[in-house]
Antibody, heavy 121, light 107 residues
């Protein structure tokens, strides 16, 4: 089955660090832009970061730039999000998502089930 | 940065038509995508490129986009359509993905 599976979430204190992983299965991972999207409890979706197929291009939402780093290992079919200097407002379910290939637009055609990150003292 | 505005909630009776709007400055010049998210689940794209349906999405789902408003239209609404719906665009000015705040559809 084509799928994305996130891991690495948990409880961390403010100022701490966490590394999320996303493992892709049953598709050619290296052919796709990949993203992280988060959802705070009871809130809407917020895009966090994108990374190009070969890792040569990355983009971040302003609120995480300088604190979070998106990366990938195509040999391991894996996407990562290194999160440093975590804040209470970073508490959310973090989804790994695949950019769709149809046309030149930007949309997500495959999502993982998410991993919960809780930042609290 | 580009902002998308959705009504927090829309209520519709079964069998009727639901219209969920997404407002943005000259949004008609962008491609709009719509996602359905049910409680405890990941989002699923139901409309892409303003009005196209991915395979597996019922014909009851359609979309339009013009001027400053994009609209998701759900015809013959069923109880199973009750969910949160999000619009999304690509902001080419800064290479950012932008989501609307979401609309809770109550049937």
């Amino acid at each position: 089955e084509v799928q994305l599976v996130e891991s690495g979430g948990g409880l961390v204190q403010p100022g701490g660090s966490l590394r999320l992983s996303c493992e892709a299965s049953r598709f050619t991972f290296s052919s796709y832009w990949m993203s992280w999207v988060r959802q705070a409890p009871g809130k809407g979706l917020e895009w966090v970061a994108n990374i190009k197929q070969d890792g040569s291009e990355r983009h971040y939402v302003d609120s995480v730039r300088g604190r979070f780093t998106i990366s990938r290992d195509n040999a391991k079919n894996s996407l990562y999000l290194q999160m440093n200097s975590l804040r209470v407002e970073d508490t959310a379910v973090y989804y790994c998502a695949r950019r769709g290939l149809r046309g030149s637009g930007w949309y997500f055609d495959l999502w993982g089930r998410g991993t919960l990150v809780s930042v609290s003292s | 940065s580009y902002v998308l505005t959705q009504p927090p909630s829309v209520s519709v009776a079964p069998g009727q038509t639901a219209r969920i709007t997404c407002g943005g400055n000259n949004i008609g010049s962008k491609s709009v995508y719509w996602y359905q998210q049910k409680p405890g689940q990941a989002p699923v794209v139901v409309i892409y490129y303003d009005s196209d349906r991915p395979s597996g999405i019922p014909e009851r789902f359609s979309g339009s986009n013009s001027g400053n408003t994009a609209t998701l239209i759900i015809s013959r609404v069923e109880a199973g359509d009750e969910a949160d719906y999000y619009c999304q665009v690509w902001d080419s000015s800064n290479d950012h993905v932008v989501f609307g705040g979401g609309t809770k559809l109550t049937v």
